[in-house]
């Protein structure tokens, strides 16, 4: 069972940054794709960025040239940048990956614990 932990979350004053890094258990080659999500109080979860095996990314327009998405299969480790921050950006971000589904079995999807970001001043 792949475990996914985030880390890098914290309280940030508005405009300020935070890189935020999800590490796998295990190998993250096969994850495709994987993603970040938030989920503010009272809301749905809401996908906020997301990344192919092949280096393809996605972006929710509430983000789009502000949070970069990247990941290192070497450390088994995706990454969110996040800039400009704001305060509608506070919620519990979590990490989320993908194994697709092949012949023999159906797709398989992981979840971290998630991590508290908080924009306030």
């Known amino acids: 069972q792949v475990q996914l932990v985030e880390s890098g979350g914290d309280l940030v004053q508005p405009g300020g940054s935070l890189r935020l890094s999800c590490t796998a258990s295990g190998s993250i080659f096969s994850f495709d794709p994987m993603g970040w999500y938030r989920q503010a109080p009272g809301q749905q979860r809401e996908l906020v960025a997301s990344i192919t095996g092949g280096g393809s990314a996605y972006y929710a327009d509430s983000v789009k040239g502000r949070f970069t998405v990247s990941r290192d299969n070497a450390k088994n480790t995706m990454y969110l940048q996040m800039n400009s921050l704001k305060p509608e950006d506070t919620a519990v971000y979590y990490c989320?990956?993908?194994?697709?589904?092949?012949?023999?079995?159906?797709?398989?999807?992981?979840w971290g614990q998630g991590t508290q970001v908080t924009v306030s001043s």
């Open positions: 989320n990956a993908e194994v697709p589904a092949t012949t023999y079995r159906s797709k398989m999807t992981y």
